[in-house]
């Protein structure tokens, strides 16, 4: 087991809530998507992921996230999020000027808190240029966590309020032309933390395990080890193992580059790239 190399930190702004959740490679970039600053957020790093190439900031005035990315060719990226639909300001209804009112009171308003029940979909190309934006009103709260494209049609899954179990996919087509989304609950499954890559000669696996591994007989793993290991394409062999020192959020390939991993510790992010 090899320790997992970072070979950049990744600074966001200084809001805790700050958060990225996807990656995906060009043949020269590797793009991060997540939020910052209460915006969605979608930055690319050479291929050694020590420069920063450019960084964008996507949605409008409200609260946005960016939650999963695609790439749909070397020059077109398609970004997923959701935003929330801020309401309309409420004017307080003014006292009677013949009330009684001596402390000068004024009337209280709330201030309701919006939820994210707006779906976007932002087209950005490769050099950091917003292309077009695409949105539509779910109705309920949503966080969309994953985006794919086939002969030109957007797909999009993730969850939808109120139970913990609702999934919903919703299409979307070159015109932009959205369908309606399809609502099931799915129970999660015992595996759901394991993320797997097939690439042209490997089977390429990252997850969390407190106990050996089979095949690694002189591993000791730690309590909530972060491991990625390199099979054979049948899944039969371990190649290759790495342990990191923070969560392996996503990873990814590029046959220029090899395995991107981006991985979160409490104080940020940071790139690992295996060659």
């Keep these: 087991m090899v320790s997992l190399k970072e070979s950049a930190q990744i600074q966001l702004s200084s809001d805790p809530n700050d958060q990225l959740t996807s990656l ?131 797909t999009v899954g993730g969850t939808i309020a109120p139970n913990a179990f609702d999934k919903f996919s919703i299409t979307m087509d070159g015109d932009g032309v959205f369908s309606d989304p399809r609502i099931s609950s799915v129970k999660p499954v015992s595996n759901s933390g394991v993320k797997q890559l097939q690439t042209t000669l490997s089977l390429w696996r990252s997850f969390v395990t407190s106990t050996p591994i089979k095949g690694l007989p002189s591993w000791k793993p730690k309590p909530y080890s972060h491991v990625l290991l390199r099979y054979d394409k049948k899944a039969q062999t371990i190649l290759a193992a790495y342990v990191s020192s923070g969560e392996i959020v996503d990873f990814a390939w590029e046959k220029t580059i090899g395995i991107i991993a981006l991985i979160s510790h409490p104080t940020g992010y940071a790139l690992a790239v295996i060659m």
């Design 24 to 154: 995906v490679t060009t043949p020269t970039s590797l793009i991060v998507a997540g939020t910052s600053a209460g915006d969605g957020y979608i930055s690319a790093f050479d291929k050694s992921g020590q420069i920063n190439q450019w960084s964008l900031h996507l949605g409008g005035v409200g609260d946005d996230i960016a939650t999963a990315v695609v790439k749909e060719n070397a020059n077109v990226i398609w970004v997923v999020g959701a935003s929330a639909v801020t309401p309309e300001p409420q004017t307080p209804t003014p006292l009677p000027t013949d009330a009684l009112n001596p402390s000068g009171v004024q009337p209280e308003t709330s201030t309701v808190l919006a939820a994210l029940t707006q779906l976007d979909i932002w087209k950005v190309s490769a050099k950091g240029a917003l292309i077009k934006s695409y949105s539509r009103g779910m109705g309920r709260v949503i966080n969309p966590d994953s985006i794919s494209i086939k002969a030109g049609v957007i």
